[in-house]
């Protein structure tokens, strides 16, 4: 066996340590676990001393390896993620059926907002959204709130803090308007941006105030269950 000693190459080994156990094989010993992963035993046990460390997996009194106990906070993690985009979604579902427009949920990824959770109305003037296509920090009122809570430049970063909310129109698209507000963890950090758009007549000073109230509404919901 060709032994490797690359940074990257060593993780992606430790991966295939954890890939290698299943319900057929939930014990290995390291010899199974070298051949699996087409490594040296030397090599294959310094990548479970680290594993071991870390608690990502257990050597029991026969010798044998099992997963640790990290992986179970690993998938309570997880399922706590899929709990809370659950709670996001059904809120966003709730928005756009009170308002006739599209409802995303926004996050910071990199240099970029992403939505990865929308909603969007079945009529045929809406806004329609990619899921995980970046746009920009700059612009659009989920930008503005965003790039304020990440302490980022941006347009009336202190009237943001203080109102908690964001209107854009025609900011990027003339025919788009939006309203946003963020959410927040107990800890007061961003968890992301709620927000409603859509054609920017249907954004006058009274649908766009009862957009507000609807998105405050459900922010509230949302900060309290999560």
Not at 70 to 76: E, G, H, Q, Y
Not at 89 to 110: G, Y
Not at 184 to 192: N, P, R
Request: charge should be positive; include cysteine.
């Amino acid at each position: 066996m060709k032994k490797k000693n690359a940074g990257v190459e060593a993780v992606d080994k430790a991966l295939q340590i954890l890939n290698a156990f299943s319900e057929k094989r939930e014990e290995l010993t390291l010899t199974e676990i070298s051949k699996l992963i087409n490594q040296y035993k030397s090599t294959t046990s310094r990548l479970c001393a680290s594993l071991l460390k870390f608690g990502y997996i257990e050597r029991l009194p026969s010798k044998k390896y099992k997963l640790g106990n990290a992986i179970n906070r690993l998938i309570n993690v997880y399922d706590d993620t899929f709990h809370i985009n659950d709670l996001i979604q059904k809120q966003l579902n709730f928005i756009k059926d009170k308002t006739n427009e599209t409802a995303s949920f926004w996050i910071k990824s990199d240099n970029a907002r992403v939505c990865i959770l929308k909603s969007e109305p079945e009529k045929d003037m809406r806004h329609n959204l990619i899921l995980g296509q970046p746009r920009s920090l700059e612009r659009g009122s989920s930008g503005h709130i965003i790039s304020t809570y990440h302490d980022l430049k941006t347009q009336n970063k202190n009237r943001v803090l203080k109102d908690e909310f964001s209107i854009s129109h025609g900011e990027i698209d003339p025919e788009k308007a939006s309203v946003t507000v963020p959410l927040l963890s107990k800890q007061k950090t961003l968890l992301g941006a709620i927000s409603v758009s859509g054609h920017v007549s249907n954004f006058n000073k009274t649908n766009t105030h009862n957009f507000l109230s609807i998105l405050k509404n459900s922010r509230f919901k949302l900060e309290k269950q999560i």
